[in-house]
């Protein structure tokens, strides 16, 4: 399957080049991040899994910088959920490494939704 086919925000524009399948392009940094959604609150609790890379870190006026998230959550009960979301600035782990937090709800499916809250991976966890 082409990459154009795959559809979402993350392969479209940012010098995506749809007529040559070179993939390479300039980047700043992403974290992965990986967690559960809170259980619903209806007749059937259950859970949802999910793992990603975030985009790219965008500017904030104080210095800082922020991450976009999409993906969807595992597919369980004949359902998935969307998750679409911001990070929180970056907050310093030390030797001068970083995480964000991230808070939101996923998209409402089956009648019901999800709340989530985690902190990204460090980035580059093993670089100098």
Excluded: W
């Amino acid at each position: 399957m082409h990459l154009s086919n795959l559809g979402g925000s993350n392969l479209s524009g940012n010098n995506y080049n749809k007529n040559n399948n070179n993939c390479s392009r300039k980047q700043s940094h992403t974290h992965e991040y990986l967690g559960s959604v809170k259980v619903a609150d209806r007749d059937d609790p259950h859970t949802h899994r999910f793992a990603g890379v975030t985009g790219e870190a965008l500017p904030l006026p104080n210095g800082s910088h922020f991450h976009e998230l999409e993906n969807r959550t595992d597919f369980f009960d004949e359902h998935f959920h969307l998750m679409c979301t911001k990070t929180g600035p970056a907050i310093s782990v030390g030797n001068d490494r970083h995480v964000h937090f991230v808070k939101g709800m996923t998209s409402v499916d089956d009648n019901h939704c999800h709340n989530f809250q985690f902190a990204t991976l460090i980035e580059d966890p093993i670089g100098d």
